[in-house]
Structures are given as C-alpha cells and as structure tokens.
C-alpha cells in the first residue's frame, strides 16, 4: 500500500509515525487516542491534526486496513475478527432499518387515520431503533470514525424521524 507523505505534517515527519499508523490501521486506535499517546513520545499533536494526517497521507479503507496488517503480519486474527465484528453490525443494522422504516410507516398509517399503535408495536419499534443506533455507533467505533460521532448521530436522526414517530404515538 503505498504511502502518502506530507512536507508540513507532524505525524509524517516524526520518528513514531510507522508505530503510530499500525496502531490506527491494524488496532483501530481513535485518533484522540493516537494524539495522546503521540504526546506521550515527545510529539504533540492535536487530534484534528492526526485525523488530517490519516484522511490524507494513509488509506485508512477496511481493505487497506485488513492488507495493511497482512503485509505487517500483525494482528492479523484481531483484524479478521474486527472484519466479521463489522459484518455482523451490518446485518444487524439491516435488520433494524427495515423494522424501524415499517415502525414508521405504521406510526404515519396510524396518525392519519386518527388511531393509536398498539404498546406492542411502540415498544417493537423504538427497541428497533435503540438497536440501530447501537449498531451504528458500534460499527463507527469499529471503524476508528468516533470523530464522526456527530455524522452518526444525524444518520440516525435521519432514518427514525424521532420527532414525528414519537409525537404519534402519544
Ligand atoms: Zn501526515
């Protein structure tokens, strides 16, 4: 995988780089993480700073991330296990989209007709989307992409419509 290199980058330009690059690739470090222990060797560095510094000088894709660790030969089980981690979440999050979207549909059917949903169907459609949120948050935090929280958070905003499904019930 080839290797970008930035002139004016602190993390390119310091002696820990190749560590601190395997530990984001192959151990799915948080760059808040990254910076901290980078303070820790004498470079100090803000998170937005590593976060550029993998965006733009490192591929930081699943697949990059899985070849890079086969290349290094390291942790190439733990990266394995992420992977299936990561697949699992995906089904999960397939799942719940699709019962919280008909949770939804049934909160409009039901507004429109004057009629209220059942406790069942409440109760089965924010676990649905209680689930979603987790495995959202899961699979970002899988990823390295906890800086994204706020993306996370809209996306699910987005899929449930909170106000409107919540408002409908009561
Ligand atoms: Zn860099």
Known sequence: MPMEYG???KVCNCSTRAEADRL??????SDQRIADWLGEHGVIVSRVAVRSHFLNHADVKADAR????R???????????RVSDI???DRSIELNAKIAEEYAESTLAALKNGQKLSMA???AGTAAFSELRHAIQA????LGDTPQDDLT???VRALSGDDDATRATR
């Open 7 to 9: 002139r004016r980058c």
């Open 24 to 29: 984001k690739l192959a151990e799915g470090w």
């Open 66 to 69: 899985r070849e890079y660790a």
């Open 71 to 81: 290349a290094q030969g390291v942790g190439a089980a733990a990266v394995e296990k």
């Open 87 to 89: 697949e699992r979440l």
């Open 121 to 123: 169907q409440v109760t």
């Open 139 to 142: 699979k970002a935090n899988l």
């Open 153 to 155: 958070d809209l996306l």
